[in-house]
């Protein structure tokens, strides 16, 4: 009996939960599962830069393990990649990190996550403030 997996921490879930080829009716793809965590593994490696040890320390789980992940996720999105398959992105054994909300006073932009360089990432002003409620996306399964 294998034991359980470790919780592993997502610090971002996506807005989109499909991704298909172009044109080419769902009914007719092969799908994909790539799961919450595969997900934020490519997210710290391969769009943050980070280095194993730095994005495994992040996600709360060790260098191998997030190795592991990584090398999956890269294959099923390869896979979708070079073969024109849909991406499905579900599941997961994971914990959602909770984010600030934030809101932009001159044009009342609202995001989630963090205030880079106290500015608003749409119009650029500095008047910002913290929302009472933070702003909450979907929950995964």
Not at 100 to 108: K, L, P, T, V, Y
Request: aromatic share 6%; proline share 6%; net charge positive.
């Amino acid at each position: 009996m294998s034991r359980p997996q470790k919780y592993r921490h997502v610090q971002c879930t996506p807005d989109a939960l499909y991704f298909k080829p172009r044109a080419v009716p769902l009914c007719n793809l092969e799908e994909l599962a790539l799961t919450f965590d595969e997900l934020e593994a490519m997210r710290l490696a391969d769009l943050e830069g980070l280095y194993q040890k730095n994005a495994a320390a992040r996600m709360q789980i060790s260098r191998q393990t997030f190795g592991n992940i990584v090398k999956t996720a890269r294959r099923i999105v390869a896979d979708a990649l070079v073969n024109g398959k849909a991406i499905r992105i579900e599941g997961g054994v994971c914990s959602v990190a909770k984010k600030e909300g934030f809101i932009c006073d001159d044009c009342s932009h609202t995001w989630v996550g963090d205030a880079i360089n106290d500015i608003c990432p749409k119009c650029k002003s500095g008047s910002l403030a913290r929302t009472r409620e933070p702003i909450t996306k979907p929950k995964m399964p």
